[in-house]
């Protein structure tokens, strides 16, 4: 851009990165140096002018990409060249934020469509992970943190046909200050911010997004409120803040969200004492500045005012402290009338646990348990009973005992919103207060919404008031079905209620009791809530209820997570923790400006509308948890060899600033794919890990919508459409004979893909040999929201096996290091073969639990079984660590061989000793070079099961899998 170059010559390098060659071009420029670029090759002899076809250009690859006015190549800078060497360098297209299902893209429909595997993706919703030290002192990183992110301080450039962000992969024009959209291909004269003036012309400033395809951009809407009262197209630096209002450093930390604890009374007095027990231990680890609520039902609803118990505890004059409650009947749903004593503002029924609320809740814990030992006592004294029929009267007593769970619901999102009430008349009187001194440091911009969480304890199904269901005598009573129908409908209502006021809940369901889970489930599902079963009320029921408890909760649509596809291309379908978006909610949440400048600039007095954007408001966003989408093609697409697929995902959220207003951040991941005609190509860039997990969560999804009263009926069909998924796979892929039909052999490159399903029909969320309704109901809801490490161990267990090697000669009393534990166990196929009497597994089943196994011939030396016990023991805690905050933590169970606490392992491990020797070498080499009397003698003590093998099961579907691909 310097006089020094006007009317000279320019050389041009092109450096190829998939053959090794650098061509040299020489072209005369008027006014700047055409281009200096590191460009990607094709491998054809041409010299690549763009990578790809820019969407909406209708040229050959050969005639390059838009010419500006004067003649010349679109692109005195083009930042699509170093972010494209990478990509095709290392073929691989995976972003920190993203899993692609490929890293490359069919060009037509049927290929994409119709091809048994889906063409998806899995989104990360957690926008800030963190780095911490475990409790063995090493450090953990998350996949999220490994990969540089640019953060930038101000608005995104963004498109004015489709709204994409401005990035690496588009190409700037310098000369006429004009950029091409890489999703829709529309030319912008938006974001003049990326160039600087100067006397020779315009040169284009080096902006981070350029350089970088994962980009977090924060500003403050106060500042976008300030810029759009002075002028809309002016730097942002010209904009005059306040004191101390820096965008860059507004990190005010959050109040912690409230928590209302609704607890089941209707236990037995073994059961009260370990709930007293360990939510006294959950509430010990939570911060002093939490809110908290209590709510107990049985027949009817009893809410705790906490303050008048707290100060109970501040009077000498009270011996002894009394739980005070207001009852609610819980027959029916409570109106405005009956929620007369918990709406006013003389009782108090969320405190601070540093507000005396810990003693209070323990006051309320303690006349729980007080109340059911006389209640047993008047039955005891009351009836009689023989030795032969006491049990199973007594379980069908417990089962029909009154639960009010859908009053004592409504009742404690009325508390909820009472506290909510409250606390915003004391924000608005301190503001008043604020103006009145003059102090105007506070800025107006809004706050983000807040939510609040509800955790629900269960022992037993709703059978009083709204969404009971009393009548479940094996499914036989006329009146069954109409009311498990009338309690859904009234449960679907609620969550739509409770989503709207920012209220999320979390269901334990605890004990041995059917708690109809299916017909409650919705109020987690669609509040962003979780579904936890417990076995009973011990450690691990209070480490996941202090996690609950300390779970962020968003409010309503205060996180937003938009997709742009390119034209021809479409969202089809998206699993996971979301919700729809209407057109207005998405403008007024993904504007780059503040709403006031937003209506201003249409002109009227309706927020500027994301037309080509998908939408969608996330009810959860934690690292342990991932978006799952599916792309689809429309009839007619057809993308040339030479094109590529942009694709961007954003991440919105709001928080607050600390000076009154709201910080809008924007986390933007844009990925490049490549497209390929080849089936072959196509199958070898699948990411199998990712397309399982896809159709896992498609096929899981409706087995759980179809889990109503004839709930074998809907695992059956889950299971035969899974059988034709990969039969569809196995006919478009498999090698072709001469004659073009297939040979019969199921792809190589597939073959990861077919064993996950093997499992997933099998496992505990399809599987006919594993849990109740109500844990099967648990676990599928679960690996809808997981991410990707938790769902891809969820779907296909990993065994680990102990090393003893790694131990050297340390002894049982010893301290094991985390090296030690890091070194000692080494990854082995999923199959009963690792069952060998001398060894020692953990098989790590994600959310399913963590189940080590020890064999007998180490447990007749005492040094080795001790010693293993507490390495699994160890192992196990630092697997269920990972990810970081993982919710709800999986559960640990350590069985010996021979017992029958054993089928946890057992049935989770494939039967490999049903195969043929040569199939058992391929499948576990470990098996290598043992006689054929030994294998038959371990088949003979295996367990009996009438299960198939994968072998077995490919070979019943006329497919072979091929053993080269165990190799």
Not at 733 to 746: A, I, L
Request: aromatic content about 6%; overall charge neutral; glycine content about 8%.
């Amino acid at each position: 851009g310097s006089d020094r170059w006007r009317g000279r010559w320019a050389v041009v390098f092109w450096a190829h990165a998939t053959r090794p060659r650098v061509r040299v071009g020489v072209r005369r420029v008027g006014l700047l140096v055409s281009r200096v670029t590191v460009d990607a090759g094709m491998g054809d002899g041409s010299i690549p002018t763009h990578h790809g076809r820019v969407p909406g250009w209708t040229g050959d690859r050969t005639t390059g990409p838009p010419k500006d006015s004067m003649g010349q190549t679109s692109g005195s800078h083009e930042g699509t060249t170093v972010l494209g060497n990478v990509a095709r360098a290392s073929q691989n297209t995976q972003s920190p934020h993203v899993r692609l299902s490929s890293s490359l893209f069919p060009p037509d429909a049927w290929l994409a469509n119709a091809a048994g595997v889906p063409l998806g993706a899995l989104v990360a919703t957690n926008c800030f992970p963190q780095t911490r030290d475990d409790e063995f002192g090493s450090r953990e990183t998350n996949v999220l943190e490994t990969t540089p992110t640019t953060c930038i301080s101000r608005p995104p450039c963004r498109c004015q046909s489709c709204s994409a962000f401005l990035n690496g992969f588009c190409i700037v024009n310098s000369l006429d200050r004009r950029w091409a959209c890489c999703v829709c291909g529309a030319w912008n004269t938006t974001c003049s911010k990326i160039f600087a003036n100067n006397e020779t012309g315009a040169d284009l400033c080096v902006s981070a997004e350029l350089i970088s395809p994962n980009v977090v951009y924060e500003w403050s809407l106060t500042d976008e409120l300030l810029l759009g009262e002075a002028n809309s197209t002016e730097s942002l630096s010209s904009v005059t803040r306040p004191a101390g209002c820096q965008t860059a450093k507004t990190t005010a930390s959050a109040p912690s969200s409230p928590v209302v604890f609704v607890l089941d009374q209707t236990l037995d007095s073994d059961e009260l004492a370990a709930l007293r027990f360990s939510m006294k231990r959950a509430l010990e680890t939570l911060p002093d500045t939490t809110p908290v609520g209590i709510v107990t039902f049985g027949g009817s609803v009893s809410v705790y005012d906490l303050g008048a118990m707290s100060a109970q505890g501040s009077d000498p004059a009270v011996s002894r402290k009394t739980a005070l409650a207001v009852c609610v009947s819980g027959h029916k749903s409570p109106k405005a009338h009956d929620l007369r004593a918990v709406l006013d503002d003389s009782h108090t029924f969320m405190a601070n646990l540093g507000d005396g609320a810990r003693d209070a809740i323990a006051v309320v814990l303690d006349s729980m348990c007080g109340t059911r030992d006389s209640l047993d006592s008047l039955q005891a004294s009351r009836h009689e009973r023989t030795q032969t029929n006491a049990r199973t009267q007594t379980h069908r007593a417990k089962r029909l005992r009154p639960r009010s769970l859908g009053a004592a619901v409504e009742t404690a999102a009325a508390v909820v919103c009472s506290y909510f009430r409250v606390r915003e008349e004391k924000t608005s009187t301190t503001d008043s207060e604020t103006k009145t001194t003059g102090n105007t440091s506070k800025q107006k911009g809004g706050t983000p919404t807040p939510g609040a969480r509800l955790v629900v304890c269960l022992t037993g199904p709703p059978t009083v008031g709204p969404g009971a269901v009393a009548f479940d005598e094996l499914l036989t009573h006329e009146l069954y079905a109409a009311e498990t129908r009338a309690a859904a409908a009234y449960v679907e209502e609620l969550a739509k209620t409770l989503s709207s006021l920012s209220v999320t809940v979390d269901v334990f369901v605890c004990g041995n009791e059917s708690s109809h889970l299916a017909s409650v489930a919705p109020l987690a599902s669609m509040t962003g809530g979780a579904v936890v079963a417990e076995d009973d009320f011990g450690e691990g029921f209070c480490k996941n209820l202090a996690a609950a408890a300390r779970r962020r909760s968003l409010g309503a649509r205060d996180s937003v997570l938009t997709i742009q596809v390119p034209p021809g291309m479409r969202v089809a379908q998206v699993i996971g923790p979301v919700a729809g978006m209407s057109r207005e909610e998405t403008a007024l949440k993904t504007s780059t400006y503040g709403q006031t400048v937003a209506r201003r600039a249409t002109g009227d007095g309706k927020p500027r509308s994301e037309t080509n954007a998908n939408a969608f408001a996330l009810k959860s966003a934690e690292c342990s948890q991932a978006v799952s989408v599916f792309f689809e093609y429309d009839k007619d697409t057809f993308f040339e060899e030479s094109d590529f697929v942009h694709l961007q995902f954003v991440l919105w959220t709001d928080k607050a600033d600390g000076y009154g207003g709201t910080v809008r951040v924007a986390r933007s991941t844009t990925v490049r794919v490549a497209t390929t005609a080849s089936k072959i190509a196509y199958a070898r860039a699948l990411d199998t890990s990712v397309v399982s997990i896809l159709v896992a969560k498609k096929v899981v999804l409706d087995a759980q919508k179809g889990g109503g009263v004839f709930k074998n009926a809907s695992e059956a069909s889950s299971i035969k459409r899974l059988d034709a998924i990969v039969l569809r796979a196995a006919r478009v892929f498999s090698p072709s004979d001469g004659n073009g039909t297939s040979d019969g052999t199921f792809p190589e490159d597939l073959v990861p893909f077919a064993l996950s399903m093997y499992h997933l029909r099998r496992g505990p969320m399809l599987g006919v040999s594993f849990g109740h309704g109500d844990e099967k109901c648990g676990a599928r809801l679960r690996f809808l929201n997981s991410g990707f490490e938790v769902s891809g161990k969820s779907l296909a267990p990993t065994v680990f096996a102990l090393n003893w090697a790694a131990f050297g000669s340390i002894d049982s009393n010893d301290a094991i290091q985390p090296g030690s534990i890091h070194n000692a166990f080494s990854n082995i196929p999923a199959v009963d073969l690792a069952l060998a009497s001398q060894s020692a597994i953990l098989v790590d089943h994600g959310d399913h639990g963590l189940f080590g196994w020890i064999g007998k011939d180490l447990l007749v030396d005492t040094n080795r079984r001790e010693l293993a016990t507490r390495a699994l023991v160890a192992f196990a805690e630092r697997l269920a660590n990972s990810p970081r905050g993982r919710f709800p933590r999986p559960k640990t169970k350590i069985v010996t061989e021979n017992s029958s606490a054993a089928r946890f392992v057992v049935s989770r491990l494939a039967p490999g000793h049903r195969d043929a020797p040569h199939e058992q070498n391929a499948f576990f080499p470990p098996v290598v070079g043992t006689s054929l009397e030994q294998r038959r003698a371990f088949a003979a003590t295996a367990p009996y099961t009438e299960e198939v093998s994968f072998f077995q099961w490919m070979r019943g579907m006329g497919v072979a899998a091929p053993l080269s691909a165990f190799k």
